[in-house]
């Protein structure tokens, strides 16, 4: 990975717009300190094509990101276990249940088709990080390539990733406390206080209280949330290696024969509600105005993570399916325990143990993600598409604390009223259109602004994100009719939402003045 120092660069000849509209350029005193000159390009033209297309100039955004009021406290190291607590774990400790039933043995295939699916993104995420080290992620790449519309779409489909997969994992959260309650102590939550609607209960306590205590640690500041980050990290890495050893103990290679008990069918559909698992280094992506050295240390967070996430879950995947038949799954919650339960003796140590760095695996996913999810919000205002209060900063936390506490009060809302097998794949389809569209983006920046510089560069372009497009439409046709009718009725709701609000505070259409 080539390192080029890159903080501030000018924009290209491409992105630079007219005199009469100047960008928001970074432009720096011989001190190093970022200053901010002008304003926003205008849109060029008032007419409804050109709003729906107008794009955001790559200099503008390296130039906000410079000029961001959020802390630089986040090196290499920190980005990359951001990363990988964004990620490990939620495929592994909450949707295996789910996904095992629908593909068989073949799930671990699901992982690793699943996994070459993020690749290819994680290439195109790593080189637009570099370019543009800002909290938008793909919302703020798409702004720059494909105009505001399409910006738009996509941020309305991270919200839904995010946002979604949080609840998701935070109903997993639950399932793990209510298991070590009943390993340690013989009891476990009523249904009425465990369970959403529709599944026998009224709400989901647990789930909705990780959300809030999630939210208490972000409310503190990024520097503190990365430590406690850090260390339940340790923890999970930990909890998985214990699992892997002691499930190897049970293993019988008669549990993978047939391999695709289902078919290749089957196996897509398990690659399709497992995809929401890889979504950690999109959550690295939205820390790039927190990085201390984003250009050089955000690209290389996203691949170290993705690499590792994976191997761990094509590991533990074979453990579980060695240990337990497939068929076993099948409704199964908090299901690495109780693999341990029905197939390893040695009694309650080793469920116990499990259970506790499942709960603390879940806590760090639900921290990392709900803390992407914010910063995506962060972008999005910042922008004018939705209310400013979402872009207001704390002075002492350097925290966007109005931001932080409505969207924790969304997700714990959503977390205990909302099944987690209809959560995790509303999360799926949200994630993939995100991906797909991330991958357009590099082609298009490739061809737009040949010579801005890039720290990474995504190998055998265009050839490559045109795969990771391939892949994500494949994953996007696994999934089923109910999960696309949902998404379609929340696209819906985003359109109208823009049509009211966004394309008329959008900064790009605000009258400006040309610096003297």
């Known amino acids: 990975m080539a390192d080029i120092d890159l903080w501030p660069f000018p ?24 200053e901010r000159v002008g304003t926003r390009p205008q849109a060029e033209g008032r007419t409804g094509k050109n709003r729906l297309t107008r794009r955001q100039a790559v200099g503008t955004l390296v130039g906000e ?6 802390r630089r406290t986040m090196g290499v190291a920190q980005l990359t276990l951001l990363s990988v607590g964004a990620t490990l774990g939620t495929g592994i400790f909450v949707v295996l249940g789910e996904a095992v039933p629908e593909a068989g043995p073949a799930i671990v295939v699901s992982f690793v088709l699943a996994g070459v699916t993020a690749l290819f993104s994680a290439l195109s995420y790593a080189e637009l990080a570099g370019m543009i080290p800002g909290s938008g992620s793909s919302y703020s790449y798409a702004y720059a390539t494909l105009g505001e519309l399409v910006a738009w779409v996509c941020g309305w489909c991270l919200i839904l990733e995010y946002g979604v997969s949080v609840a998701a994992v935070a109903v997993g959260w639950g399932q793990y406390v209510n298991e070590l ?20 209960g009224t709400l989901n306590i647990p789930a909705a209280l990780i959300v809030v205590l999630a939210m208490v640690v972000l409310l503190r500041g990024a520097r503190e949330s990365a430590v ?10 930990a909890a998985l290696v214990m699992f892997c050893a002691v499930a190897f103990t049970a293993f019988r290679a ?3 024969h ?19 698992s890889y979504i950690g280094f999109d959550a690295a992506s939205t820390a790039g105005e927190e990085a201390r050295n984003p250009q050089r240390d955000l690209p290389r967070a996203i691949i170290l993570s993705l690499v590792l996430v994976t191997a761990l879950y094509v590991l533990v995947a074979v453990a579980a399916l060695g240990a337990m038949p497939w068929k076993q799954f099948a409704g199964t919650e908090a299901t690495l325990s109780q693999v341990l339960v029905r197939s390893v003796g040695g009694g309650n140590l080793w469920p116990v143990l499990l259970s506790i760095g499942a709960v603390v695996a879940t806590t760090s996913v639900v921290l990392t993600v709900q803390y992407g999810q914010i910063r995506i919000l962060f972008a999005m205002a910042r922008d004018g598409l939705v209310p400013p209060l979402f872009a207001r900063v704390h002075p002492r936390t350097g925290v966007p604390r109005a931001n932080t506490v409505i969207v924790s009060g969304f997700i714990a809302v959503l977390a205990a009223l909302v099944p987690l097998g209809s959560l995790a794949d509303a999360t799926s389809i949200g994630t993939l259109f995100a991906f797909m569209l991330v991958n357009l983006a590099v082609v298009i920046l490739r061809r737009r602004s040949p010579g801005t510089p890039r720290s990474f560069r995504v190998p055998l372009s265009p050839l490559t994100p045109l795969l990771g497009v391939g892949f994500c439409v494949y994953m996007l046709f696994s999934l089923g009719a109910g999960t696309w009718i949902a998404f379609g009725v929340w696209m819906a709701a985003g ?22």
Do not use: W
């Not at 990101?65 to 959020?70: D, F, G, I, V």
């Not at 309650?181 to 476990?188: C, I």
């Not at 406690?228 to 890495?237: D, F, P, R």
């Open 11 to 34: 924009p290209p000849p491409a992105d630079r717009p007219s005199a009469s509209s100047r960008a928001i350029q970074p432009r720096c005193g011989g001190s190093g300190t970022v």
């Open 65 to 70: 990101a410079a000029a961001s009021p959020l």
């Open 181 to 200: 309650l009943d390993l340690v102590f013989g009891v476990t939550l009523p249904d009425s206080l465990s369970a959403p609607p529709g599944l026998g």
């Open 228 to 237: 406690a980050n850090t260390v339940m990290v340790g923890v999970k890495i």
């Open 254 to 256: 008669g549990n993978f």
């Open 258 to 276: 047939p391999l695709f008990p289902l078919g290749a069918a089957g196996m897509s559909a398990g690659a399709a509600s497992l995809f929401f």
């Open 495 to 516: 359109l109208v939402i823009y049509g009211l609000y966004g394309i008329r505070h959008s900064k790009l259409d605000a009258p400006h003045e040309d610096p003297a």
